[in-house]
């Protein structure tokens, strides 16, 4: 099939998963859309849960395996909406709907850039193909379900809006959930131990705070207070103020030793982690895949946004058409041009990174 004739396809594939509701843990639909896609080009598949996932023709276990991977789950739409956002409009080269930059457009170029190297012979890697689910909650049926189910993985690209730029590392996550301790008593009596009060300088400790180590592609950890949480009524003190932590992990510390350090240094009463599995991730500059895009005119950056690269324990490259800054917002959209453009150079990459 003539690689103009596939992009077209991968734009009606696309508004079809646009016009498909496919919220998280919610991906059953989109999920029939893509093994349909895979039946039509006469690719033998498999489905996990929500994930579909096909190896190429030659797959041979004596190879590494380069994993192609983008999602097919969505946020649910903001209020601020002016278009319909499960009808896929195309308006002056946009084309409009939940999902079609986050992650659509990427899924599509991935599965069609699959699809037309599936039968090359005497590649250097095997390539793997899952659409995952779950992305947008980091949900246990995504991808972290998938990985045992399919062969090792010795690479990944993960198909993210980036302006087909190529983010060679992505900060991890953790979320802590903290207290500061005070005495209950009622409004009208002297307190000196008031929880809400002491939370100020709690706060300030927070704003202040930086760790030493600081990454040449990530910068430093970024360290927010999100939330707080305190008292039921207007004439009782609280015992407890709960505070709710932010932290964004550079590729210069595990998420093992961030929890250390704060549980050693935070002026707070109880501190603990919701999850440690969100790490950091990265690729080598000089790995193959980085080269190649780099001798294509591709920038490389880190990013500070998540993705289900913080699943993977390889090495791993985010990279995929759209902006990520449109991402989540009202009014959704993709250039047409974007999504050819992004399969011609995802092509272009693997032929140089793996012939």
């Keep these: 099939m003539q690689l103009n004739e596939l992009q077209q396809k991968a734009i009606t594939l696309l508004k079809k998963l646009i016009e498909t509701q496919s919220?998280?843990?919610?991906?059953?639909?989109?999920a029939e859309l893509l093994e349909e896609w895979f039946r039509d080009h006469?690719?033998?598949?498999?489905?996990?849960q929500n994930n579909v996932w096909a190896v190429n023709e030659c797959f041979d276990a004596s190879k590494p395996t380069l994993l192609l991977n983008s999602h097919h789950d969505t946020v649910k739409p903001n209020s601020a909406y002016t278009k319909d956002p499960f009808k896929a409009e195309i308006e002056n080269g946009k084309l409009f709907g939940l999902g079609s930059n986050d992650a659509g457009g990427c899924l599509v170029s991935l599965l069609t850039t699959f699809t037309y190297l599936y039968s090359e012979e005497?590649?250097?890697?095997?390539?793997?193909?899952?659409?995952?689910?779950?992305?947008?909650?980091?949900?246990?049926?995504g991808i972290a379900a998938l990985l045992p189910e399919i062969p090792k993985i010795d690479v990944a690209i993960v198909g993210e809006p980036t302006l087909m730029n190529l983010a060679i590392a992505e900060k991890g996550l953790i979320v802590f959930d903290a207290v500061v301790k005070g005495t209950p008593s009622h409004a009208a009596h002297p307190n000196n131990d008031n929880s809400i009060y002491k939370t100020a300088k709690v706060l300030e400790w927070f704003e202040d705070f930086k760790l030493d180590k600081i990454s040449e592609t990530l910068g430093e950890v970024k360290v927010t207070v999100t939330q707080i949480n305190a008292g039921s009524q207007h004439n009782v003190v609280p015992a407890k103020t709960h505070l709710v932590i932010d932290v964004r992990v550079n590729d210069k510390y595990s998420n093992m030793e961030i929890e250390q350090i704060l549980k050693e240094n935070a002026p707070v009463d109880e501190i603990q982690a919701r999850s440690l599995r969100l790490n950091s991730s990265s690729i080598p500059v000089d790995h193959e895949l980085v080269k190649a895009g780099i001798e294509l005119g591709m920038e490389?950056?880190?990013?500070?946004?998540?993705?289900?690269?913080?699943?993977?324990?390889?090495?791993?490259?985010?990279?995929?058409?759209?902006?990520?800054?449109?991402?989540?917002?009202?009014?959704?959209?993709?250039?047409?041009?974007?999504?050819?453009?992004g399969i011609d150079k995802y092509i272009k990459l693997l032929e140089k990174a793996l012939k």
């Design 23 to 30: 919220f998280s843990g919610e991906e059953d639909k989109t």
């Design 122 to 141: 005497n590649l250097r890697n095997n390539i793997l193909f899952a659409g995952t689910s779950e992305e947008e909650i980091n949900g246990k049926n």
């Design 42 to 48: 006469g690719i033998p598949h498999k489905r996990q």
């Design 300 to 341: 490389t950056y880190g990013s500070p946004t998540l993705s289900d690269q913080a699943m993977l324990s390889c090495p791993s490259l985010k990279l995929g058409p759209g902006d990520s800054t449109r991402s989540h917002s009202a009014d959704e959209f993709i250039y047409i041009n974007e999504i050819e453009e």
